[in-house]
């Protein structure tokens, strides 16, 4: 499933061919990050793992557990640099947050 507010910024699941990508943004905005093999655990446990990317590469992504009417948001994060080229990094949390929800409700 793939999800398209315009046509440069796209969402769509993770999968594990992603991950060298997703560690990348780990590494670098976190003084304690997750571990490739808790994104690879999420992956393979059935959590939602989404990506959001802009023309083509990845700026951010989440990753939520949904169980009993509720969902978990474990992780949720957005490249630095995207933040530094583009202004505050809130707004593009709150746009994938909004389109998770709408993901999340089909």
Not at 2 to 18: F, H, I, K, T, V
Not at 21 to 41: K, Q
Not at 46 to 74: D, F, Q, T
């Amino acid at each position: 499933m793939s999800a398209q507010l315009n046509p440069s910024l796209q969402y769509r699941c993770m999968n594990e061919g992603d991950l060298d990508a997703v560690m990348a943004i780990e590494n670098v905005i976190y003084t304690h990050p997750w571990t490739r093999g808790n994104f690879t655990d999420s992956l393979k446990t059935g959590s939602h793992c989404w990506v959001m990317e802009l023309s083509g590469v990845m700026i951010g992504y989440a990753v939520l557990m949904a169980g009993a009417g509720e969902v978990h948001l474990l992780n949720l994060s957005v490249a630095a640099a995207i933040s530094t080229a583009y202004g505050s990094g809130v707004g593009w949390v709150a746009s994938f947050c909004n389109i998770l929800l709408i993901l999340l409700k089909k």
